[in-house]
């Protein structure tokens, strides 16, 4: 795939979200080599994210963000919209329900667009996700964090990558696994991917 692609708008968001971790970084006086130390990711990558040549992908952000002591929301514009809290159902402190029609959370880092599946309840640890992968961009380094993931591809193709070892996932399969194994997840297809993910622990 050529370097000299025509920009979008994940583009414009790999370069926000690199431009703020740039930001919170030298407000704590970290170099990239202490941010890599605190967050597994490599110098290189971190480098290429803060000038918006790499995107993140959202459980790598979560551990930048834990490493800067910042939320992941504070990655991206304004703050996250809860949604209408006149039709969020909100049950018991083990419960919420989420209509379809409700607002949803959503986030865009580079070619992967997040949207959060339930509402935020005390207590749940579950992070229900679904991730749309635009074609091409640039493979993320694999990386390792705490707790599990599974994914399962709903349209489109995916290359699921684990401790370096390429799975092509096609609609109805799915990958699950402790996260601290180092892994990443591609697009290589000319068609946009669509997955349900579900990880641990919640990323904001």
């Given at each position: 795939m050529s370097e000299h692609r025509s920009r979008d708008a994940g583009d414009d968001h790999a370069e926000a979200v690199g431009a703020r971790m740039r930001r919170f970084r030298k407000e704590r006086g970290m170099t990239l080599?202490?941010?890599?130390?605190?967050?597994?990711?490599?110098?290189?990558?971190?480098?290429?994210?803060?000038?918006?040549?790499?995107?993140?992908?959202?459980?790598?952000?979560?551990?930048?963000?834990?490493?800067?002591?910042?939320?992941?929301a504070d990655f991206f514009d304004g703050d996250p919209?809860?949604?209408?809290?006149?039709?969020?159902?909100?049950?018991?402190?083990?419960?919420?329900?989420?209509?379809?029609?409700?607002?949803?959370?959503?986030?865009?880092?580079?070619?992967?667009?997040?949207?959060?599946?339930s509402s935020r309840g005390p207590h749940l640890v579950l992070e229900p996700?679904?991730?749309?992968?635009?074609?091409?961009?640039?493979r993320e380094d694999a990386y390792g964090h705490a707790g599990e993931e599974f994914a399962f591809v709903l349209e489109g193709e995916l290359l699921y990558e684990v401790e370096g070892v390429e799975h092509r996932l096609f609609p109805g399969d799915s990958v699950h696994l402790r996260s601290t194994v180092p892994h990443s997840m591609y697009n290589d297809t000319d068609q946009v991917t669509t997955v349900v993910s579900v990880v641990t622990p919640r990323l904001y």
């Open positions: 080599r202490g941010l890599s130390t605190r967050s597994g990711l490599s110098i290189g990558f971190l480098s290429q994210v803060e000038r918006g040549i790499s995107s993140i992908g959202l459980t790598a952000l979560n551990g930048v963000a834990a490493a800067l002591d910042r939320s992941v919209p809860s949604g209408d809290e006149d039709k969020v159902t909100r049950l018991p402190f083990h419960f919420t329900l989420t209509r379809r029609a409700e607002a949803a959370t959503e986030y865009v880092s580079g070619q992967q667009t997040y949207r959060m599946l996700l679904l991730v749309r992968i635009a074609p091409g961009g640039r």
